[in-house]
């Protein structure tokens, strides 16, 4: 597909899908969620690609946040309109039945730190920068900020991002659990490209299956999550990729994965 403000490359089981507005510290503007929600269709249905690994062009910035010319204009419906509209987007990443991992290689603030945290997971180089500064702008996140960010780092150290609308750096993002590694500039697509071949080793309907699980499994009280549990273990026994996996376990040999 043609686009303006992404790249996507495709090297299966690997996507690496990139962030193209450098000029504006890919800022995320109406057309660049367009495109997002667009490509993120075609990934899914993408069985060759197992793992995507998304970044930012250029050396400043991941996402410096949302394109705030767009936004300074709108009135408070249109403005809901636009929050609804960037959740939705960033929600599918979330439900995309793969690893999503986020290369933050710079800037990462506003919508950019809502995007990484959209992500399955978050690498960031050292020199990177995260955090919520809405408040700053007499604003709020409008595209899960408010809601991600306690869930990963708990509510005390969320809402002291939040409210102080200050910006972090990587060391500090991985204490508070808000990156899970920091790693030098030169490595950081390196390290995400190991992890997501360890990852796309594995069965992709059990990948799936786990993301589903987690995600669902944190909203509800424990029994509930421990039946959901219980029914995707149960499902995942009438795959082809079961059978081959126990019974390349038992040959001890390689499995070769069919994703049905």
Not at 45 to 70: M, Q, Y
């Amino acid at each position: 597909m043609d686009m303006t403000n992404l790249q996507l490359e495709v090297r299966p089981p690997l996507a690496v899908l990139t962030i193209n507005r450098p000029k504006v510290m890919n800022a995320l503007n109406a057309e660049t969620f367009h495109e997002l929600d667009a490509v993120l269709n075609e990934l899914r249905e993408n069985a060759a690609v197992r793992v995507v690994l998304l970044t930012g062009a250029g050396d400043k910035a991941f996402v410096a946040g949302a394109d705030i010319r767009e936004l300074a204009p709108l009135n408070s419906s249109e403005a809901q309109a636009v929050a609804e509209r960037g959740q939705s987007v960033f929600r599918r990443i979330e439900d995309l039945g793969k690893p999503v991992i986020a290369c933050i290689n710079g800037f990462a603030l506003g919508g950019g730190c809502e995007l990484a945290m959209a992500c399955t997971f978050r690498i960031a180089a050292r020199e990177a920068k995260l955090g919520q500064p809405e408040v700053k702008l007499g604003l709020v996140p409008g595209y899960g900020g408010s809601q991600r960010m306690p869930r990963l780092v708990g509510r005390g150290a969320a809402l002291k991002l939040l409210l102080t609308g200050a910006s972090i750096g990587a060391e500090d993002a991985l204490r508070i659990g808000l990156v899970d590694e920091v790693v030098d500039a030169a490595q950081l697509m390196n390290r995400a490209e190991a992890l997501a071949m360890e990852i796309a080793a594995n069965a992709p309907l059990a990948i799936a299956e786990t993301l589903k699980l987690v995600d669902e499994g944190l909203e509800v009280r424990l029994d509930s999550a421990m039946a959901l549990e219980a029914e995707g273990f149960g499902r995942l026994f009438d795959t082809a990729d079961k059978a081959e996996g126990t019974t390349a376990f038992l040959d001890k040999r390689k499995p070769v994965w069919k994703g049905c």
